[in-house]
């Protein structure tokens, strides 16, 4: 599966054959991004897709010297899972 960084529409995409996977952000303040969105069609679920967005979108914010503010319930349970990226989340 590929993950697109869709920096215009500040979003990380994966197209599936069921349609389109996205985690969407927004800016939060200086070094920040807000992680707000998961959506992953029914029938992708449960696939790991929603993780593999999560990963893309910290992977970006750590490359760019940033820190998330988790929003969205998917990915604040995502990195409390992953305790190696605790370090990403901000204020």
């Not at 029914?42 to 490359?63: D, H, I, T």
């Amino acid at each position: 599966m590929q993950i697109v960084h869709d920096s215009q529409a500040r979003r990380f995409v994966a197209e599936l054959a069921t349609g389109t996977a996205i985690l969407a952000y927004v800016p939060a303040g200086e070094g920040l991004l807000e992680l707000y969105s998961t959506y992953v069609p029914m029938s992708g679920r449960g696939k790991g897709v929603a993780g593999q967005l999560v990963e893309a979108a910290l992977e970006y914010a750590r490359g760019e010297g940033l820190r998330v503010i988790p929003t969205c319930w998917y990915v604040g349970h995502w990195i409390d899972q992953h305790p190696e990226h605790q370090d990403l989340v901000g204020a």
